[in-house]
């Protein structure tokens, strides 16, 4: 019986690789998890595009919105604030740094965030929510535009505010926690528009340990709020996709727990209920 706790397992980085995409695919389908993220300028969006067509089941596919890795998806951006001559994007930390120096046109994020929804949709994905690659929206001035194009659209957004029932040894991550819930406070003060969400953020990085069923289930377990997201990076084995992310490791490990029968035993148990943004109450 459920405890009434609302669980969004989304997996992140659909459209990265090739490693990405056959693992979400595969775990979409099998109804292993319900939600993914799209990165509409990844390398293997096209093959993501693809897979979502051929899909057996609903999918809820919302927009990774990436601001700080590949090429920028409009043509206003080249040579902008946020790229370099050549349109790519600059990385996380010179766009943190741009904005702390106030250099972040809030005008071009937005443009760019239609830019990349209009992309998702073209190529046939019903945009289900909206989060960020690399927690970008953590800085009030990519989550200001973000809340305005939610709202207008009614897109539920992800809050990046890490669980305070989450509490890692290590003290690097501790402040790094503290300084993504000051953010993440900060950004909720800009918007005026309450958009629907998850609470809090639950995340292995967050936790500093390793992937596990029994990591994960602690983690959801221990968290007070009534609607969490538990954020998660599978993908398969892929030489590809170690070439354009450091977390391999763990999307691997990920791959594994979710393909595993105590994940599948777990989803079953009835003790939480597991959703897609589309469906918070």
Not at 84 to 105: I, S
Not at 109 to 125: K, N, P, V, Y
Not at 204 to 219: C, D, G, L
Request: glycine share 6%; with cysteine; aromatic share 6%.
């Amino acid at each position: 019986m459920s405890c009434g706790k609302q669980v969004i397992v989304n997996a992140d980085d659909y459209g990265l690789s090739s490693g990405a995409n056959n693992a979400i695919a595969s775990l979409l389908n099998r109804r292993r998890i319900k939600s993914a993220t799209l990165m509409v300028n990844g390398p293997a969006f096209r093959q993501a595009a693809d897979l979502h067509a051929s899909r057996e089941c609903r999918w809820f596919i919302g927009l990774h919105f990436n601001l700080t890795q590949f090429r920028a998806v409009s043509p206003d951006l080249i040579e902008s604030s946020l790229t370099d001559r050549n349109g790519n994007f600059l990385g996380r930390g010179r766009l943190f740094r741009r904005w702390c120096q106030g250099r972040l046109d809030p005008n071009l994020i937005e443009t760019e965030l239609r830019a990349q929804l209009q992309s998702a949709r073209a190529s046939g994905f019903e945009v289900s929510h909206v989060d960020s690659h690399q927690h970008a929206h953590c800085i009030p001035a990519v989550f200001r535009a973000i809340c305005r194009v939610a709202a207008e659209q009614g897109l539920p957004v992800r809050h990046v505010n890490p669980d305070p029932a989450v509490r890692p040894r290590s003290i690097r991550r501790r402040l790094q926690n503290a300084v993504l819930r000051v953010l993440a406070r900060a950004s909720l003060r800009a918007c005026s528009d309450r958009l629907p969400g998850n609470q809090t953020l639950l995340s292995i990085f967050a936790s500093n340990s390793r992937p596990s069923v029994e990591a994960y289930r602690e983690m959801i377990e221990s968290s007070a709020s009534n609607c969490v997201e538990l954020m998660v990076h599978p993908a398969c084995e892929d030489k590809g996709h170690r070439a354009v992310t450091g977390i391999a490791d763990v999307s691997e490990m990920d791959w594994q727990v979710l393909n595993s029968d105590a994940w599948s035993a777990l989803l079953a148990s009835g003790h939480y209920d597991f959703i897609a943004y589309p469906e918070v109450r």
